[in-house]
Each structure stands twice: as structure tokens, then as C-alpha cells.
């Protein structure tokens, strides 16, 4: 059995890691962990940054670093997840693609691969509301969907 674990940087997704260690000791199950990078959320944080300093003319290069800071972040993030993995002895690989977040969710989790979807229940906003992403795929997701808090 393999494990689709959602990342995206938040407590929470890292919460929901943390959860499918116990799962996939139980099931012996490989993990996958899986992050998309959404180039609509970095243009988004770039135009903020060039609304609020006034300086819009370099909008393109502050667009190419935070798109890079993103990647980085989420190697991190996922580096540090799989090196907890691999010491608790759970087979486990970390997967980044780039595109629509509610996309490349959806093509992954219902790729036949999977026969669980591990994920937050809240995104990096931390708001008291669900997460977005959960909003989107909740109902088209094929395999079981287990939603940690």
C-alpha cells in the first residue's frame, strides 16, 4: 500500500506526516510525500510586495525570488519530513510538482498508486477555517481521504 501525504509547509501538513508514520508502520505502506508549487502564488506574493513598497518595476525579479525561496522551502520541508521517515524505518520519497495546486492534487491521489490521502486540516494560514485545498478536492479525491487536526 503507498500513502499520498499532502505538503505544504504548514504546521498542520506537517501534523499529518507526523500522523502517517504510525499508519504506515501499521499497514506497512510506502509514503510518498507530494507538494505543489503554484506560480499564481508567487506572482500573488510579488505583486502584494510591489503594491505595498511602490516598487513595481523590478516586480519580475521579485517574482523569480520568491518562486525560488518557495522551492527551497518546501525541499526543506520535505528533506527533514523523509529524514524522520527513513529513521523510523518507513520506505517514503518526496515528490514537488509545478502547477495548480487543486490539479496536480487531484491527477496524483487518483493516479490508481494510492490507497490512502493523508493531509492537514488547515492550510498555512492557520485560519479557524478548513483549508481551501480540502474545499476543492474533498468530494473528488478516489481514495479514502484521512484529514488530521
Known sequence: MKILVL???SKWSQKAALHAIG???RKNAEIVLF???DIAEAKAMAFNFCAQSGICEQLKGYEGRIWTDMRKSIEDDQN???SRYRGEK???EGKIVEGGIRDEVLKEANSGEYGLVVMGAFGRSGKARISALLEQIGGAVRPPLLVVR
Do not use: Q, R
Open 7 to 9: 505538503i505544504d509547509g
Open 23 to 25: 499508519l504506515a508502520k
Open 35 to 37: 507538494s505543489v508549487l
Open 80 to 82: 527533514s519530513i523523509l
Open 90 to 92: 518507513i520506505l517514503c
